[in-house]
C-alpha cells in the first residue's frame, strides 16, 4: 500500500513508522508543522510537502489531523481518486464527505510519539463507505495487528468514550492518589502492586463482581475518615464522595465482603 500521510503529531509519528516497518510504502508527509513534518518525513524516507499536493502513485491518504481540521482537510481532498481515511476514534465517518473510498483506521491506545511501538496487539479499528475499500482497510490493518474490529462511527464513539474511563480518568486518579502518598511521605510505588492486581481482575471477568472496598460493603465510618483526611482538598473530597455514591447504588443490592 502506497500511503501519504497528513499531520505530523503523535498519531502520524507512531502510526506512519508501523506502516513502513510492514511493508508499505509512505509516499510523502504533509504538515502545517514543518519542523516535525520534515522530521518525520526524513524518518520515513519520503519527501516532506509544503504544500497539499498528493503524488500520483498514492493509493491511500491517511488524515491524522486534530478532529475539528479533519473535514476541513478532506473537503479540500475531494477530487482525490485516493482512498482517504482518518484515524480518530470520535469523528463520524461522513465528516469525509465521500460516498466511496472513504473509511476510518484508528488505533485503540495511548500514542506518545514514539516512532518505535510495536502494533501487534494495539486494536484497530475501521470501518468504510464500501466493502472494497473496508476489504482494503482489514487487510492493512492486518498486517501490523492482530486484533482488528470493524464498527460502525457509533459504536467506535462508544469505544472512545469507554477508553477515556480506562485510560484517562484512571490515569487521573491515580494523580490524585500520588498526591495523597506524596502528602504524608510514602512511595507512590507503594500502590503500584494493588493498581497490576485491580486491572488483572477486572479484566478476568466482570468488573462490578470484583469490586472491593468501603463504599461496596457501606463502610461508613471508613468513607467518614477518609473525606476527613481529604478535607483540605475541596476537589478530592467532591470526586471521593460523587465515585462512593456510584458504587454503593450498584451494589446496594448486591452485599458482600470488600
Known sequence: MRIFVIGSGRMANALAPALLRSGHTITGVYSRNSKSGTSLARYLGC?????????KNTDMILLTVNDDATPIVAKSLRSSKSIIVHTSGTVDMSALG?????????????????????FQHIPICVEATEEKT????LAMANTISSEVYVMDSRTRMAVHAAAVFTN?????????????????????NILKKLAHTTTKNAFAGNPVDVQTGPAKRGDQK????????????????????TLTKSIAA?????????
Open 98 to 118: 465521500r460516498k466511496n473510498k472513504g473509511g476510518v483506521f484508528y488505533p485503540l491506545d495511548t500514542m506518545n510519539g514514539k516512532r518505535n511501538i510495536n
Open 134 to 137: 473496508l476489504a482494503t482497510l
Open 47 to 55: 519527501d516532506f510537502r509544503i504544500t497539499l499536493e498528493i503524488p
Open 250 to 258: 450498584v451494589h446496594k443490592n448486591k452485599p458482600g465482603k470488600g
Open 168 to 188: 484517562n480518568f484512571t490515569n487521573h486518579l491515580l494523580g490524585m492518589a500520588a498526591d495523597i502518598t506524596n502528602q504524608v511521605g510514602v512511595t507512590f
Open 222 to 241: 471508613t468513607i467518614k475518615k477518609h473525606l476527613d483526611f481529604l478535607a483540605k482538598n475541596p476537589e478530592a473530597v467532591k470526586l471521593y464522595a
